[in-house]
């Protein structure tokens, strides 16, 4: 059954395709009822009309199965209930089975609804363990290396038979290796933070200001030397986020920026409200991305190249910034930009947004 | 600031993360005390009075709440907590046990030192009671006695309860309070839950004293925890 719901719904522009679909079902419907053929008589069109309202339920969701139900009742009116082709107020009997084949309709949309959030919500916490578990494992992975590493140097150093100059490249190689494994087990810890449920277990009214101020104060011994240009409308509803792992996806992306900086070292960062969401970007003036690791930037641990050592975990940055992101039901993608440079967006959903969306209590919030 | 009892005490179970607070301090040219148990923590801050305690949050005995709460019935010498990254709720029960700043491991011996200047200096001035006459922290001027905020000279008009978030925070002096704390002194008892108030005037108050409200050098916020008013050096 599974495959039979729309996946991508979330996205915009699949709603409207729900309604055309939905209105297309009822043209379609209308259309053979006009033709009159013996096989396409009442008893017909009550049978078919809630397959059709389910169809679309199961794979656009309630609004567009309302609309049809709707749309279905009107071309019913119009087609059989005398004055054919016209509309009129139904007498008793067609009044009877209009009402029982809404009903009928209107129940199984409901259980097919609740059904379609399982199915969504199960594919959801899957997708979210598939990139949690890949991550573990990649960072478990890495952090034998460091470690063999520190074991080494340290039983040398200790047995005290080493030339001055080794003694203290033994030093260095003590203090790099800790660090690297210090990097990877902080990566690891915040992870745990993300419930292998695909549930934000911290999340709490948060002000995207806050924490990004609080990410660029972290971050101020790197960012020595560059310039931060941040905008932040000062009206920005709350959203609903973990502050925590938000502001480590921000140090990530900046840490990142800086990286692929080159000679341009300016980062810039800005948050947009749209229609149900809020827009984060930082973006950076160096090289850009090619096409190919467009997409595949967020993706590195589930292709089972890990983040090797070499870049220091940056790799795993960015899937940690995938995972946190689609745990929140928001999105992440990296984009060139027309200036040069290159732009990480993502998503967090917005809940004024979304409440006047569903209430119609539009700017309740000043 | 330091008097005779300048002596930071240490209360870490670990011999290693001992050793090397204990290199750390006499690099900062702190005289070194140490207990290894929550117990004795609580003694030897209580008999030998030294000037700031650095509390590690995993001892094997009592929690380092309780050793926090223990201390704070007798004294009020500085608490520096030092904890892991992902214990906000933890970070939160101490601060409002009385713990006075929170250092988040791993951190660097520089990172030590300044945390402890600010809690020495925070001491001193709450020592001193209620803040009066004028405090300048960067460019910000508060004057305590007619209730006024000057940045980089000009005048900045407040409301009432910007003023009253100001001041709290400048009172604790570079400290973190946590988001309850806060509310709880500039709206109320009754207001501890409203987080969203906090928030909300948190930013109204960024806009007026920061020269720029998303990179705040003034306002800052811990993540889950709550604010600090960081005080350039």
Same mark, same amino acid.
């Given at each position: ?12 522009? $699949? ?17 053979l009822s006009i ?8 008893a ?9 309202v389910?169809?679309?339920a ?6 567009p ?14 087609v059989?209930?005398p ?6 107020l139904?007498?008793? *009997? ?28 199960a ?13 573990l494992?990649g960072? $478990? ?11 080494g ?28 494994l210090?990097?990877? *087990? ?11 449920d ?5 999340a709490?009214?948060? $002000? ?7 990410a660029?104060c ?10 931060v240009?941040?905008?932040?409308? $000062?009206?920005?509803?709350a959203a609903?986020f973990d502050p ?6 921000l140090?990530n992306l900046?840490?990142?920026a800086i990286r692929y ?10 948050v947009?409200?749209?229609r149900?969401?809020l ?16 997409d595949?930037v ?19 940055g960015?899937a940690?910034?995938?995972a ?10 990296l ?14 959903p917005?809940?004024?947004?979304s409440?006047?969306w569903?209430?119609?209590i ?5 | ?8 005490l ?7 993360a001992?050793l090397?607070l ?7 040219g ?6 290894t148990?929550g ?5 030897l ?5 030294p000037?700031v305690?650095l ?10 709440v309780e050793?926090?709460r223990r201390i ?15 214990q ?16 988040t491991k ?5 990172e ?6 600010v ?15 004028l405090v ?13 905020v ?15 978030l ?17 509310l ?12 969203n108030?906090?928030r ?24 889950s ?7 350039p050096?």
């Amino acid at each position: 059954m599974a495959f039979f719901f729309d996946k991508h719904r979330h996205m915009n522009g $699949s709603r409207l395709r729900g309604y055309l679909a939905g209105l297309a079902v009822v043209v379609l419907g209308t259309t053979l009822s006009i033709t009159r053929l013996p096989v396409l008589n009442t008893a017909a069109f009550t049978a078919a009309f809630p397959l059709g309202v389910l169809t679309v339920a199961c794979r656009f969701g309630i609004g567009p199965a309302l609309m049809t139900t709707l749309g279905g009742v009107l071309a019913f009116d119009f087609v059989f209930v005398p004055p054919a082709l016209a509309f009129a107020l139904p007498g008793p *009997v067609d009044g009877m089975k209009i009402a029982l084949v809404v009903m009928t309709a209107a129940v199984a949309t409901a259980v097919i609804e609740r059904l379609r959030r399982q199915v969504l919500g199960a594919r959801r916490r899957a997708e979210i363990e598939g990139v949690r578990n890949a991550l573990l494992s990649g960072l $478990s992975h890495d952090l034998r290396t460091p470690l063999h590493t520190l074991v080494g140097a340290g039983n040398a150093l200790c047995t005290g038979r080493l030339e001055p100059g080794e003694h203290q490249a033994f030093s260095h190689l003590v203090a790099d290796e800790a660090g690297r494994l210090q990097r990877l *087990v902080t990566r690891l810890l915040e992870l745990t933070r993300l419930g292998s449920d695909g549930v934000v277990h911290h999340a709490s009214a948060c $002000s995207l200001e806050d924490v990004i101020g609080a990410a660029i104060c972290r971050m101020e011994g790197q960012l020595v030397g560059f310039e931060v240009v941040t905008d932040v409308p $000062s009206n920005l509803p709350a959203a609903r986020f973990d502050p925590v792992l938000v502001e480590q996806v921000l140090v990530n992306l900046v840490e990142n920026a800086i990286r692929y900086a080159a000679s341009g070292r300016r980062i810039e960062i800005a948050v947009r409200q749209e229609r149900l969401q809020l827009v984060v970007e930082v973006a950076d003036h160096g090289p850009g991305v090619s096409a190919e690791e467009q997409d595949s930037v967020f993706q590195k641990l589930r292709r089972g190249r890990a983040a090797r050592a070499e870049d220091g975990g940056m790799g795993l940055g960015l899937a940690f910034c995938h995972a946190v992101v689609t745990a929140h039901l928001g999105r992440i993608w990296l984009e060139n930009r027309p200036g040069g440079g290159a732009v990480v967006r993502f998503t967090l959903p917005d809940p004024s947004a979304s409440r006047a969306w569903q209430g119609g209590i539009a700017g309740s919030l000043s | 600031v330091s008097t005779a009892s300048s002596a930071i005490l240490a209360i870490e179970d670990d011999p290693h993360a001992r050793l090397l607070l204990q290199v750390a301090l006499r690099d900062g040219g702190y005289e070194c005390l140490h207990a290894t148990t929550g117990i004795e923590g609580v003694s030897l801050a209580l008999k030998c009075d030294p000037s700031v305690v650095l509390l590690d949050v995993m001892l094997p005995d009592i929690d380092g709440v309780e050793v926090t709460r223990r201390i704070r019935e007798r004294s009020s010498v500085p608490i520096i907590v030092i904890s892991a990254r992902t214990q906000e709720a933890h970070k939160i029960a101490l601060l409002e046990a009385g713990s006075n700043d929170y250092l988040t491991k791993p951190f660097s011996a520089g990172e030590l030192i300044a945390r402890i200047h600010v809690a020495l200096r925070g001491h001193a001035v709450s020592e001193m009671g209620q803040p009066a006459g004028l405090v300048t922290i960067g460019d910000v001027t508060i004057d305590f006695d007619r209730r006024s905020v000057t940045v980089a000279g000009r005048d900045v008009l407040l409301s009432p309860i910007e003023y009253r978030l100001l001041s709290v925070l400048v009172r604790a002096n570079g400290r973190v309070l946590t988001n309850r704390q806060i509310l709880r002194e500039v709206w109320g008892a009754r207001y501890a839950g409203h987080a969203n108030y906090l928030r909300v005037y948190m930013s109204k108050l960024r806009h007026k004293i920061e020269r720029n409200a998303s990179q705040p050098k003034y306002l800052v916020n811990e993540p889950s925890v709550g604010y600090r008013l960081r005080v350039p050096n």
